[in-house]
Nanobody, 122 residues
Framework: QEQLVESGGGLVQAGGSLRLSCAAS????????MGWFRQAPGKERELVAG????????YYADAVKGRFTISRDNAKNAVYLQMNSLKPEDTAVYYC???????????????WGQGTQVTVSS
């Protein structure tokens, strides 16, 4: 059974950094687009970063461009999200996802992790 497990969330002060990790199992996701979504209280879940499979095109939401970096290690069946210059508005549950569509196509992600909480204090 396919499984995506996130780790690395936590509490950080504004301006700080966190690195989220997502370990996949049960299926090789090397040929899938991998992405990170987030959902803040009272808001819809949104795609913040995605990376396609060859060419490794990337997508970033405008709100995180220049601050977040997505990367993947196909040998480890893993994807990462480096988050720098964090802001209180980045506070949300962050979800790892995988799909067979393009990196920017939020509707194409069909495999989901359980999420990890990121809280940024001001």
């Amino acid at each position: 059974q396919e499984q995506l497990v996130e780790s690395g969330g936590g509490l950080v002060q504004a301006g700080g950094s966190l690195r989220l990790s997502c370990a996949a199992s049960g299926r090789t996701f090397s040929s899938y687009s991998m992405g990170w979504f987030r959902q803040a209280p009272g808001k819809e879940r949104e795609l913040v970063a995605g990376m396609s499979w060859r060419p490794y095109n990337t997508y970033y939401a405008d709100a995180v461009k220049g601050r977040f970096t997505i990367s993947r290690d196909n040998a480890k069946n893993a994807v990462y999200l480096q988050m720098n210059s964090l802001k209180p508005e980045d506070t949300a549950v962050y979800y790892c996802a995988a799909g067979t569509g393009r990196a920017h196509d939020a509707s194409s992600y069909t495999y989901w992790g359980q999420g990890t909480q990121v809280t940024v204090s001001s």
